[in-house]
């Protein structure tokens, strides 16, 4: 067999040069398994990037993809439909909070990301508060790699190349260590912190700014939960001052924290929701914004007769194969119960398993909630920051998948997850951890 050529593929996030000299590649994957080349399994405690909410290898959505792309397998979008389209919309607002009831389709979590600050804007402008043209992120954001999604997201490397092109601040992030370590569920501590948005709003004027955007918890930014009431309160201030609040759940979606939404189980409702990851069980590319019925109505009315209501699209908008692997999704998640699995006993399991790895030396935080979680490290100085991504490289040799964040190990195993294997993730981090000086 001929060598594997790796010059020309740029491989996204990735020190391409060191991926080279040791490729890791994947073959198969199934269930919570990843198959490397050469046939060794691999646990995949992160449900790929956070968003293989099934498990992998569900043959019911690959099949739905065939089964799509040989009926209908492109559709164009202007002034054009295609039923599917409508259907899945429909299907898709039988999960969101209250109110959430319109769907606009992309292709990323980014382009969701993108798609919704637009909204905003566009919605300020049609009811006639034009200036409010920045908004509000949050440091340790993510918010995908597009021009507002950096501008608006929270972590440096992000946009330290490319400037913040679209005007923002940031609110100070939740994650305090100090405080709250060990917490169990949502941190006790740091409701406060919510108090940030009114400095921000003094500071820039509310006629400045259009929208407030959070995560209801950071993922990317690695696993950082909001303080009890934090969420309550960021709702609060955002009504006082007439601002949207948007919450991106491309990770805290479709099941993640014990509800199909965030803003279901923290029992918030913002004004906007992005969606993309677990919304195809991450098969296809899909994303999706679900927008408030004023929002909406709001712009549709503006428009002048004859216009384009909102002059706004991709090319693969609804595509009709995505919508497909996303009804065959829902119909597991739906079936199977998925979308607050992570709400029940399993969730006791795994939070009880993850703070099992307390040893008082190595390990100085364990945050979890439904079924994500991350173990913070206390890392030796020159490694300090760095320390998650070496420690999560020794765990995949040990095994496992997760994430390496800072100096932390993240996780957030498929929904699928049963106890045993639960153990034997925490069975493989406790011999790499035991390793560690
Ligand atoms: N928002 C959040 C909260 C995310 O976690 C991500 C991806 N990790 C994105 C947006 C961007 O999604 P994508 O990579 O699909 O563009």
Known sequence: MSELQTNAFWMPFTP???????????????????????????IDATAGLWCSNA???????????????????????????????????????????????????????????????????????????GTRTMFIGREKGYHGVNF??????????????????????????????KRNAFSRGLPQHGVELAEDLERLVNFHGADQIAAVIVEPFAGAGGVVLPPKGYLQRLRAICDKHDLLLIFDEVISGWGRTGSAFGAIEFGVTPDMITSAKGITNAT?????????????????????????????????SAHPVACAAGMATLDIYEREGL??????????????????????HN?????????????????PEKLSGKFGAKVSGMAWEAGVMTRGIGDALCMSPP???????????????????????
């Open 339 to 360: 979308l607050t699995r992570a709400s029940g006993d399993i969730a006791k399991y795994w939070e009880d398993a993850l703070h099992s790895l307390e040893d008082g």
């Open 16 to 42: 391409n040069r060191a991926f080279k000299s040791a490729p890791r590649i994947v073959e198969r994957a199934e269930g919570i398994y990843l198959t490397e080349k050469g046939g060794r399994q691999i």
């Open 415 to 437: 929904l699928v997850i049963e106890k045993h294997e639960i153990d034997a993730i925490v069975d493989k981090l406790r011999s790499v951890l035991s390793t560690l000086s």
């Open 363 to 379: 390990v100085i935080d364990v945050r979890n909630y439904g079924l994500v979680g991350a173990i913070e490290l206390r890392a």
């Open 148 to 177: 507002g999604g950096i501008s608006v997201g929270g972590i440096a490397p992000n946009y330290q190349s490319f400037g913040q092109p679209v005007k923002a601040n940031h609110l100070r992030h939740t994650l305090d260590i």
């Open 284 to 316: 296809v590319p899909l994303s999706a914004v679900f927008v408030q019925e004023e929002i909406h109505n709001t712009i549709m009315d503006a428009a002048a007769e004859g216009m384009v209501e909102f002059f706004h699209g991709y090319t693969y």
């Open 55 to 129: 498990g992998h290898g569900r043959t019911e959505i690959a099949d739905a993809i065939y089964k799509q792309a040989k009926t209908l397998d492109y559709s164009s979008i202007f002034n054009f439909g295609h039923e599917l389209g409508f259907e899945y919309a429909e299907r898709l607002i039988q999960h969101t909070p209250d109110g959430l009831n319109h769907v606009f389709f992309g292709n990323s979590g980014s382009e969701a990301v993108e798609t919704a600050l637009k909204i905003a804007l566009q919605y300020q402008r049609a009811r006639g508060k």
